[in-house]
C-alpha cells in the first residue's frame, strides 16, 4: 500500500524557521512530479512548491519565494525548508506526488493523487 507520511509540523515565532519531511512508502518518487500544498482554515487548498521529475525544476508560489526551499532527498523523500516564517504561513501543508504536478510557472494536483496526512504550521507570537 502507497503511502505518504509527514512529518515536521509545529508552532513557531514568526522569523522562524521549520523543515517539513515527507516520506513515500511502498513507491519510489524517481521521475514523478512531487509537491507541497497547504490549506489555511477557511480558505481553499493552494499550491506552494512544485519539481517536475523529468528535470528538477522548481516552482514556488509569489508568497513564499525566496524564504522556502523544496528538495528531493532520496529516492523516496523530499522536504520543504521553510524560513523566515510570517503569520499568514500559517496552514496544514500537504505532500503529493503525481504523474503532472509541474507546468509552466505554476503547480496543479489532482485531488484523486496520493498525498500526505498533513502537517500543521502555526507561526504565532
Known amino acids: 500500500q502507497v503511502q505518504l507520511v509527514e512529518s515536521g509540523g509545529g508552532l513557531v515565532q514568526p522569523g522562524g524557521s521549520l523543515r517539513l519531511s515527507c516520506v513515500a512508502s511502498?513507491?519510489?518518487?524517481?521521475?514523478?512530479?512531487i509537491g507541497w500544498f497547504r490549506q489555511a482554515p477557511g480558505k481553499e487548498r493552494e499550491w506552494v512548491s512544485c519539481?517536475?521529475?523529468?528535470?528538477?525544476?522548481i516552482n514556488y508560489a509569489e508568497s513564499v519565494r525566496g524564504r522556502f526551499s523544496m528538495s528531493r532527498d532520496s529516492a523516496n523523500g523530499m522536504s520543504l525548508q521553510m524560513n523566515s516564517l510570517k503569520p499568514e504561513d500559517t496552514a496544514v501543508y500537504y505532500c503529493?506526488?503525481?504523474?503532472?504536478?509541474?507546468?509552466?510557472?505554476?503547480?496543479?494536483?489532482?485531488?484523486?493523487?496520493?498525498w500526505g496526512q498533513g502537517a500543521q504550521v502555526t507561526v504565532s507570537s
Open positions: 503529493t506526488v503525481d504523474h503532472y504536478i509541474y507546468y509552466g510557472g505554476l503547480c496543479a494536483a489532482d485531488p484523486t493523487a496520493r
Open positions: 511502498g513507491m519510489s518518487l524517481q521521475g514523478y512530479d
Open positions: 519539481m517536475r521529475g523529468s528535470d528538477s525544476s
